[in-house]
């Protein structure tokens, strides 16, 4: 049975491997595939990896501070969730990471937190889904108790020493924000002839990139725009225009000064899942001539 283990970033690829390394110990029909045995990060990803795919039964995603808005396991998980069941792609959240951290569209995934109890059960999802000759449940217990503790241990210390590396850790999300941003979002959908397709892209339905028309692409745009807008009021800047260029799949947003990184992140992840490039101009009024620019794929 196919297991595939996606991470991004030095922690959890520390932590991937430690669970490719455990999950065989109790297992020993699982075949985890860990990306950085065999196929270099960077590489052209769709024809290295899908051929992976093709046989996997179960997707794990190791997810921790330093990788929840990472566009790599982004892509990761939405190939896995087109290859196979989106039940059986699972975030685990590491290091005091909440599944209620995790930014959309991973957070439409039932994603659970690093526990004994999780992983106990865990075992018998993958378990129950072998087809020849699965372990009794005694045999998982027996085999679960004798090798726990070492990954228990090996995990924290990974975190620790992470943690030390990188000081006293920040709250990730606030909860009423991420409450309001589905529902923002959501809400303002009305009057949209594709709404339902709409609806399914950014609940994570329809999940990973996906081709939509310049009218839609404007449409969602507007959406983005209206939600991000407080936001960026407050760090003192104001968004005065945004285009949409439907022949180069580019979109263009205007500000009257540099957007803060992790603002523009957010807007790059919400875009990226329509398939459009974003382009960022400086520009007190729309369409001046001395504009800069920078533009993220």
């Not at 260029?245 to 992140?265: F, H, I, M, Q």
């Amino acid at each position: 049975m196919k297991i595939f283990i996606s991470w991004s970033g030095e922690t959890s690829k520390q932590i991937a491997a430690a669970l490719r390394d455990w999950l065989p110990t109790i297992i020993q029909a699982v075949d985890p595939f860990f990306s950085s045995d065999d196929i270099e990060k960077g590489k052209y990803w769709q024809g290295q990896i899908t051929s992976k795919l093709d046989d996997t039964n179960f997707g794990i995603l190791c997810m921790t501070s330093d990788n929840i808005t990472s566009t790599w396991i982004h892509y990761e998980a939405g190939a896995l969730a087109k290859s196979i069941d989106k039940s059986n792609v699972i975030p685990i959240t590491f290091g005091g990471l909440k599944p209620t951290d995790l930014e959309f569209p991973l957070g439409m995934l039932q994603g659970h937190e690093f526990t004994q109890k999780y992983m106990r059960g865990l075992l018998t999802d993958i378990n129950n889904k072998i087809e020849d000759s699965p372990l009794k449940e005694a045999t998982i217990n027996t085999l679960f108790e004798s090798f726990w503790l070492k990954f228990d241990k090996k995990v924290k210390e990974i975190i620790k020493k992470a943690d030390k590396a990188k000081g006293p850790r920040k709250p990730v999300r606030d909860q009423r924000e991420m409450i309001e941003e589905m529902l923002t979002i959501l809400r303002r959908l009305d009057g949209n002839p594709n709404r339902r397709r709409i609806i399914d892209i950014m609940e994570g339905n329809i999940f990973g990139p996906q081709e939509v028309d310049e009218r839609e692409a404007a449409f969602i745009l507007e959406k983005i725009v209206e939600y991000f807008r407080p936001k960026i009021l407050k760090n003192g800047i104001s968004i005065t225009g945004y285009d949409v260029a439907g022949y180069n799949r580019s979109v263009t947003l205007y500000t009257d000064k540099e957007l803060p990184p992790k603002l523009r992140r957010q807007i790059i992840n919400y875009i990226e899942l329509i398939n459009y490039s974003v382009t960022f101009k400086e520009s007190p009024t729309h369409n001046l001539d001395d504009e800069t620019e920078e533009t993220i794929s």
